[in-house]
Each structure stands twice: as structure tokens, then as C-alpha cells.
């Protein structure tokens, strides 16, 4: 069993940074795929990055050279560097770890990004 709780949300004003972490408890942290995925009001959850056990990492095309995500696991964390903020990342961001059938969530971190 592994718990995901995300912090670091909040608001910031377009053009603006944020960084969201995912602190995983329960052994094995690295041997799971970790991914940041994000949901907006009257829209599906989608993936916005992830990175693999082995550390390579996938984007969204429309975060692409504005968010990083990278993993440190001597911590058991997860990190969404969030760069270049617009409105339309405003979500509630959720944290999921995944190794074969094994599949966990976080509570989730809303990301407001207004003026």
C-alpha cells in the first residue's frame, strides 16, 4: 500500500511558478512510475507529465518547456515544476504511482492561475 499526498497548490497570477511535491509513504518508492495528472472544472482527468522508475520523463504537448517533473528518491517525492503559469492550468492537480496492478492516487492540489 502506498500513500500520496500532494502539496505546494495555491494561487498565482498568469505568467507565474508554482511547484507541487507528492510525498509517497510505504516502502519501494522507486520502483514506481510516478505521474502528475490534472482536472479541470466539466473536463476528463488528464496526464500532464511522468517519469519512469528509470527516470525518463513524458510531457503533454501543452506543458511541454513550461513544466518539469523529476523525483527524488532517497525522499519518497515526487516534484511538478510549474513555469510560465496561464489561466488555463487551473485544475486540481493529482499524484498516481503505478507498478504493474498496483495503482494509487493522491487527494489532490488545486492550481489556480488568475489576475
Known amino acids: 500500500q502506498v500513500q500520496l499526498v500532494e502539496s505546494g497548490g495555491g494561487l498565482v497570477q498568469p505568467g507565474g511558478s508554482l511547484r507541487l511535491s507528492c510525498a509517497a509513504s510505504g516502502s519501494s518508492f522507486s520502483i514506481y512510475a510516478m505521474g502528475w495528472y490534472r482536472q479541470a472544472p466539466g473536463k476528463q482527468r488528464e496526464l500532464v507529465a511522468d517519469i519512469t522508475s528509470g527516470g525518463s520523463t513524458n510531457y503533454a504537448d501543452s506543458v511541454k518547456g513550461r513544466f518539469t517533473i523529476s523525483r527524488d528518491n532517497a525522499k519518497n517525492t515526487v516534484y511538478l515544476q510549474m513555469n510560465s503559469l496561464k489561466p488555463e492550468d487551473t485544475a486540481v492537480y493529482y499524484c498516481?504511482?503505478?507498478?504493474?496492478?498496483?495503482?494509487?492516487w493522491g487527494q489532490g492540489a488545486q492550481v489556480t492561475v488568475s489576475s
Open positions: 498516481n504511482a503505478k507498478h504493474l496492478e498496483y495503482d494509487y
